[in-house]
């Protein structure tokens, strides 16, 4: 049984030219036992609104909102709101967000808030606060005195690992990571990396990891998931989805990648991407397709299977329907 | 400690606006020439008033014009215009930095004293009721108001008061003040028309102190309504944007309760913006206090202040109270200015 | 040795008592207690703009101060209250008289067009549109609500002045061009430049709206004129503090309160057009320019000094004054404004002043309500900053008068009506050698020796112009508040202080201004006598044609308050040097202004007092009369202990010997309280004093009269008035603005009836045109005066 199974899970807006489409019917599942899916996608793909629909966390003028979410086997998107907040959230799902610079409450000190949850939750007894909180911050190395100080008091990256340390403290089954390190140097960026891959290995921490740096994915990563326009376009294994890349969005995606030696100009993906509120008719992408054919102009392909758990989003991997 | 040394800055960059405030006034008053001239005019309206009825017992123009000339040397003697402005003002400053705050010339307390610092110590128990009162009205149902309508943005209600706003920005205090006392005091007949008393007066503390705060009522009432619109709005506006920041969403996403969001993560970092909001408009309420002490018949230190400028100007006592203003502006906005210190550790200067 | 004209007046007194017991038959006393009508009277202090309102609402019922035009015009029309008018403010235009710089013109530097100003102004519109009616226009300092109109109001009709802009404007125009200025556009232009005038205009009351006016006024006569609206601290900066050359102000809207009733006035024409006084632009300031007209200066001193031997010489020196006071027209008379007093239409026994309206002495002595015994009394403050209750050097403002008034009786008051000193609770005798002679004075009469503090004969030789006697038996018969009997002691202690505060030179070096005003007027007396246990005669230099007012001059103490207290202040003041009784000695010494209802100054007298009683003190010299001792050590005892008695019970130290007494005073509250004082050998009860409305004088006779050139003719004309009444005539001509005859009209038959003849020599002088014959009744009995016009019908 996977951790968390997505089945057609549906966030539009409302907005006054119509609603927009953020998430359109996505599906996917997160295997558990320390599994890091990725998912990889430009701006405006949608994946940022896929943590809030699956956080139920959304913003105020919602059109649409369906779907559902199972974890452990149980559903719920479904389940009143307060269960869903004192059951699920941070104690089985935890998220640590893109900008954690502006994470943190600016008057309350990072020890208090790292154990907010935990103190509401009544899982700690004032005595142990300390200690357990030192011992977070040690998992993410984080030094002690981490604990007194407020927020603007620490760097990017300690403030990141803080969000990390934070998200861990009770011990979720499921980590969702939107962009942790985008608003990171590079270096800082080796070190949070390096906390992750050691969360995964030793504590087998499955994670949901969200970004549009192909490089990151591929170092984290189990499976792949490539989003476009609020709908999933390509996944498969790291390996599948990297190496032999079935849809043409994901080969153009990875052929815009630089080489560091050669003489080409780097390849980029024409045109832009859709406005969600207005996607294109028929296949999503086809506007910027360097292959694209007449059917893909009419109508949205599904996601076909192309090799043994690698699926693509493309009529060129599967039969279109007859035609008439 | 970081926190102390912020604190002993704003302090000494306070007094310094004291001093500067003080030395202000004297300029105002004496090197303009206001103060002599005023003064001078007084006197001569005054002898000019003598001259009919010293006419009644002294028949010979050469004698009476020598009975003037007397009164006019005592007078000018008795309001220290013997001395120019530059000689006689310094020394009215420098005594009230000593905090002795010098004798009036015309004006004097309930109980004949004229040494200021009596007939202010008498009025300051009467503006202090309705200052802090407003203060404290104004700020308590600011924040609540202003808080709810952050969660609710857009709706009628918050429509509706925002409109409020601008229009109570826009009200003159007196103005609100007389329109009450039509309203409450013409119309209904339920509240006083004003003064601190009634007629005839309550014997006994307790009951003389009921109808004390009877009378005060319209006039607090006048200060919060007119104070209190651009309160609520800032404040509503600025929790809203606080409401937005991310750390909230993030707080929520951490299934914390919504009382624990609003609570920590709302309001308590909207704490320090509202005792901003608080220190700017406390100029606003001190000045329109007043005004409304005025227009109540209060007799308060504003009313004071009116008398001493509007009235023969007397100039100790107009020192004097600018001081006192000044002092209280100062105190409270240090008052302010430490919790705002507490409230938010970022503006700790390292 | 004249002593017929007092026996004239006794005459006049009994009609005046004759008349007025009719009168008082109408109005009912509430009881025949002695003291006041009321048994309780409070002030409490009401807002003006509030206080119809609170009228209404029934928080008091009468207020003492004038309510607002609009609002007396309002309660008026409702008609639920009765309102009681005075005539207490006349309303001037002062134009700046001085010449403007070289290159520039200040048109009212000549004298033409400030008189033509006089023609500018709608004296009409203000008295009835921006006064509503309460108010009566004025053409001299005068109006018809004073005695000395009869002097002077045929010179009003002949001035001509009247509202004619058209004609204002003609005369404008011809000096102007003649100064050198010329019109373009309907505006005056001198070198080049606009002539602009500036108005300052008060803004507290409806000078506002005046200075509107003018300005209209002045722009339709060519004049750039601008208004700087400024309440009463900014004007009078500019206009009383600046010199008139730096024409800082070219018209100002002045004000004038009225002071009591005043029969053959000395001071007010000096004040309005005689610059020595001091009060004409250049305010008699070193360094500024002044206005100067010697003429008027040397009959202003003479009318003031009074040098004259007779009513007539008086009256044509103030007749040739007001003549060139219009001519000159630096003062442009508008309006006299009436004051209003509500009150509560049950409220009875009020006699109203002629001047002050209800603040007269004797309203809340005869005033009660209808069935009750208390009364509440609205005023504008009860007590302020500058409200000093003492009797040397305080009692400056209205709010401490108003209540002071009724609690103290004086020996003299003026009539109600006539404005002729009376009797109150002194009776007097004159006898006077004057204006040319002299009286001796006995050597045995003292005086006091501030010197050597003792009471000193006069011995022989000395000679004074009059003598008055005063009988003080009325106050020695009866009790001061604290219930010690009323003595010569408090008289000669009285007359001491004076003396004291005049010459001895301590005293001096600390109240300088009221020892110099106090000098030149007992200069004038040359001795004291005690007659008997209650009679004094005092010699004084002084002459009137008019016996009581120079008894009213005479009176030697105003037997306000008994003389331990004024020992103690006057202790406190000179020998402790912890009070003062004036504001400026208080603030030179830095001590306080001693005022008896404040708790502080009263405790310091109450020490004092303490202090007397202690030692058994009795201030040396001033008992001690021509061989009698006033003052025995238990006499000071009883008074020392009767005090301090008072004190502790009232916690105020104002003893007095009037209808109330002082019971609380709360300054905070804004809020004081008198009873009344029921001693049984008080001389006067409810309705002694009660003198009615002031009678009407009412002029009826026919609208027209026929005149046939050569043919003599005669109107028959009804005076209605009380007293002796009299009717004078002009036979005025419109056009020419000349007086073609006047005269007295004859009474035939009724004392009602009057005649007028108009010779034939007279109307065959007349031409066709227009004519009006002016009456002008008066009455020595009230100092009104009735007019009256009836046109004339020239027939051919």
């Known amino acids: 049984m996977a951790l968390l199974e997505v089945r057609e899970l549906v966030l539009h807006y409302a907005s006054e030219r119509g609603p927009v489409k953020a998430v359109d019917s996505v599906s996917f599942e997160v295997r558990g036992e320390g599994e890091a899916l990725g998912i990889i996608g430009e701006t405006g793909s949608g994946k940022s609104s896929l943590v809030r629909a699956l956080m139920r966390i959304p913003p105020g003028n919602i059109d649409t909102y369906s779907g559902e979410v199972i974890l452990k086997g149980k559903e719920i998107i479904h389940i009143p709101e307060e269960e869903f ?91 969702i990571l939107d962009e942790p390190t985008s608003a990171l140097d590079v270096s800082i960026q080796a070190q949070i990396m390096n906390v992750l891959k050691q969360l995964k290995w030793d504590m087998g921490l499955s ?84 292959e694209k054919y007449e059917i893909c102009t009419r109508k949205d392909p599904p996601l076909f299977a192309t090799d043994d758990g690698h699926y693509a989003r493309c009529w060129l991997k599967g039969k279109p329907p007859e035609k008439g | 400690m970081s926190l102390l040394r912020t604190l002993l800055v704003r302090g000494l960059t306070m007094l310094g606006v004291l001093l500067a405030v003080q030395i202000l006034v004297v300029v105002c008053l004496g ?133 409020f706003s601008a229009v109570s920005f826009a009200l003159p205090t007196w103005w609100v003040g007389i329109l009450l006392i039509l309203i409450f005091s013409f119309r209904l007949g339920i509240l006083p028309t004003g003064g601190m008393y009634s007629v005839p007066p309550p014997d006994g503390g307790f009951a003389r102190f009921m109808d004390l705060l009877y009378h005060a009522l319209l006039p607090i009432f006048t200060l919060v309504l007119a104070s209190l619109g651009p309160y609520v709005y800032v404040i509503r506006t600025m929790t809203l944007n606080i409401a937005q920041a991310e750390h909230v969403t993030i707080a929520r996403a951490k299934g914390l309760s919504e009382r624990t969001v609003s609570g920590r ?86 | 040795m004249k002593i017929t004209q007092s026996q004239t007046f006794r005459g006049i007194s009994i009609i005046i008592l004759l008349f007025l017991t009719v009168f008082a038959f109408s109005y009912q006393p509430p009881h025949n207690k002695p003291g006041p009508a009321s048994d309780k009277i409070m002030f409490h202090a009401f807002d ?117 802009p058209e004609y204002g404007r003609q005369i404008i125009a011809k000096e102007m061009r003649r100064a050198g200025a010329g ?37 339709k006569a060519g004049f750039d004129a601008s208004i700087s609206y400024r309440p009463f601290a900014a004007a009078i900066i500019s206009v009383y503090s600046s010199d008139p050359k730096t024409f800082e102000w070219h018209i100002y809207t002045e004000g004038w309160g009225r002071s009591a009733v005043q029969r053959y006035d000395f001071a007010t024409v000096n004040q309005m057009y005689a610059p020595w006084l001091g009060n004409m632009p250049g305010w008699q300031e070193v360094g500024f320019w ?73 309203s809340l002595r005869e005033a009660s309500l209808q069935g009750k015994s208390d009364l509440t009394v609205g005023h504008l403050w009860v007590w302020t900053e500058r409200t000093t209750w003492n009797p040397v050097g305080g009692f400056g403002d209205v709010y401490s008068a108003d209540i002071w008034r009724y609690l103290h009786d004086p020996p003299l008051w003026n009539h109600p009506f006539t404005g002729i000193p009376q009797p109150m609770r002194a009776g007097f005798e004159v006898e006077t050698a004057g204006p040319g002679g002299k009286l001796s004075v006995p050597p045995d009469a003292v005086l006091w020796d501030a010197e050597n503090n003792r009471w000193t004969g006069v011995g022989g030789g000395v000679r004074a112009v009059s003598k008055v006697t005063f009988d003080y038996s009325r106050y020695f018969r009866s009790k001061w508040h604290h219930d010690q009997p009323i003595t010569m002691a408090d008289i000669f202690y009285s007359i001491a202080q004076s003396f004291e505060l005049a010459y ?227 036979l005025f001509d419109t056009a020419a603005r000349t007086v073609i005859a006047r005269g007295e009209a004859e009474q035939r038959g009724e004392p009602t009836e009057f005649y007028l003849s108009i010779d034939s020599s007279i109307t065959s002088k007349l031409f066709p045109g227009l004519y009006e014959l002016h009456l002008i009744a008066y009455s020595d009995a009230i100092a009104k005066t009735a007019l009256r016009t009836v046109d004339v019908d020239v027939l051919f």
């Open chain 3, 290 to 362: 002044q206005y100067s007209h010697p003429e008027l200066d040397r009959l202003g001193k003479q009318l003031f000094r009074g040098e004259f031997g007779s009513l007539e010489e008086r009256n044509s020196l103030y007749r040739r004054m007001t003549q060139l006071g219009l001519d000159e027209s630096v003062r442009i008379w508008l309006v006299t404004a009436v004051n209003t007093f509500p009150a509560k239409k049950n409220l009875k026994g009020i006699t109203p002043d002629l001047v002050s309206g209800l603040r007269s002495p004797w």
């Open chain 3, 504 to 730: 001895d030179r301590d005293k001096n070096r600390i109240e300088v201004a009221l020892g110099v005003t106090a000098r030149p007027y007992l200069e004038t007396f040359k001795g004291f006598c005690p007659v008997g246990e209650s009679k004094v005669e005092v010699y004084v230099d002084y002459w009137h044609f008019e016996e009581n007012h120079i008894a009213s001059y005479a009176s030697p103490a105003g037997l306000s308050m008994p003389w331990e207290i004024l020992a103690a202040m006057d202790d406190l003041v000179f020998h402790q040097r912890r009070a003062a009784y004036s504001d400026t000695a208080a603030s030179r010494f830095n001590v306080t202004w001693i005022s008896l209802v404040m708790d502080r100054d009263a405790r310091l007298v109450e020490r004092t007092l303490r202090d007397f009683e202690r030692r058994s003190y009795i201030p040396e010299g001033y008992f001690n009369v021509g061989g009698r001792e006033l003052v025995n050590k238990k006499d000071a005892e009883a008074r020392y202990q009767a005090a301090l008695e008072w004190f502790r019970d009232k916690r105020h130290l104002v003893i007095s010997n009037g209808p109330f007494y002082l019971s609380k005073y709360d300054p905070p509250a804004q809020y004081a309280e008198l009873n009344a004082f029921r001693d049984s050998a008080y001389p006067f009860k409810p309705g002694d004093w009660y003198f009615g409305y002031p009678p009407e004088i009412e002029i009826s006779s026919a609208n027209q009269i026929r005149l046939v050139p050569g043919e003599s003719a005669g109107l028959k004309v009804q005076v209605q008035g009380p007293g002796k009444t009299g009717l004078q005539y002009l």
């Open chain 1, 207 to 290: 994670m949901l990891f969200i970004t549009h740096d192909i490089a990151l994915a591929s170092d984290l990563c189990d499976r792949i998931v490539v989003m476009y326009s609020g709908q999933l376009r390509e996944y498969g294994s790291a390996e599948q989805v990297l190496l032999d890349p079935q849809d043409p969005y994901t080969r153009e995606l990875l052929s815009s990648i630089p080489r560091l030696h050669g003489k080409a100009s780097p390849h980029f993906v024409t045109g832009a991407p859709p406005d969600p509120a207005e996607p294109p008719q028929g296949c999503r992408f086809h506007p910027r397709c360097p």
């Open chain 2, 265 to 350: 993560h709302i309001l308590r970092v909207a704490a320090p913006p509202i005792v901003t909001s608080l220190i700017l408009g406390l100029a606003g309420t001190l000045g329109g206090s007043i005004l409304v002490e005025t227009v109540f018949n209060w007799r308060g230190m504003g009313r004071l202040y009116y008398e001493a400028i509007a009235g023969t100007p007397d100039e100790m006592v107009i020192v004097a109270l600018t001081f006192i203003y000044t002092l209280i502006y100062i105190l409270a906005r240090m008052v302010l200015e430490v919790l705002y210190v507490i409230l938010d550790p970022r503006v700790r200067y390292g």
């Open chain 3, 183 to 219: 019109m373009a556009d309907g505006k005056w232009y001198y070198r080049g430049m606009p002539v602009r005038v500036k108005i300052i205009g008060r803004v507290e009351d409806e000078r506002r709206n005046i200075a509107d006016l003018i300005r209209a006024e002045l722009e």
């Open chain 2, 31 to 163: 090197a303009t020439g206001y103060s002599d001239r005023m003064l001078q005019a007084v006197i001569s309206e005054q002898l000019r008033g003598m001259r009919s009825s010293l006419a009644q017992t002294i028949r010979d123009p050469a004698r009476l014009e020598e009975a003037l000339e007397a009164h006019r040397e005592e007078l000018e003697s008795s309001y220290g215009l013997d001395r120019p402005w530059f000689a006689r003002m310094p020394g009215m400053v420098a005594r009230v930095f000593k905090l002795d705050l010098g004798e009036a010339h015309t004006l004097r307390s309930s109980d004949g004293s004229n040494r200021v610092a009596d007939i202010v110590l008498e009025r300051i128990p009467a503006t202090m009721l309705l200052l802090t009162s407003a203060m404290v009205i104004t700020a308590g149902i600011g924040i609540l108001i202003g808080v709810k309508l952050a969660t609710h943005p857009g709706s009628p209600l918050d429509r509706v008061v925002s409109g």
């Open chain 3, 48 to 164: 003006v703009d509030r206080a119809p309102l609170d009228l209404e609402a029934g928080n008091m019922d009468l207020y003492m101060y004038s309510l607002k035009t609009e609002a007396a015009e309002q309660l008026k029309r409702r008609g639920t209250f009765s309102l009681y008018q005075a005539p207490a403010s006349t309303i001037s235009l002062l134009l700046n008289p001085a010449p403007a710089p070289q290159g520039q013109l200040n048109p009212f530097s000549i004298k033409e067009i400030r008189h033509a100003m006089q023609y500018l102004v709608n004296r009409d519109f203000i008295a009835r549109d921006i006064y509503r009616g309460m108010a009566v226009p004025m053409i001299s300092h005068i109006s018809p609500q004073d005695f000395d109109y009869l002097t002077i109001y045929d010179i009003e009709r002949t001035s001509g002045i009247t509202y004619d």
């Open chain 1, 85 to 175: 907040r004192r059951e699920i959230r941070w104690k089985q799902i935890a998220v640590v967000f893109q900008g954690a610079m502006n994470g943190f409450n600016p008057v309350i000190r990072m020890g208090d808030q790292i154990l907010e949850r935990m103190v509401e939750e009544r899982a700690i007894i004032p005595e142990k606060r300390r200690e357990v909180a030192v011992e977070l911050l040690k998992k993410v190395g984080l030094s002690e005195d981490t604990f007194f100080r407020y927020p603007h008091e620490l760097s990017g990256g300690m403030k990141q690992r803080a969000a990390i340390a934070m998200a861990l403290s009770l011990n979720p089954s499921l980590l």
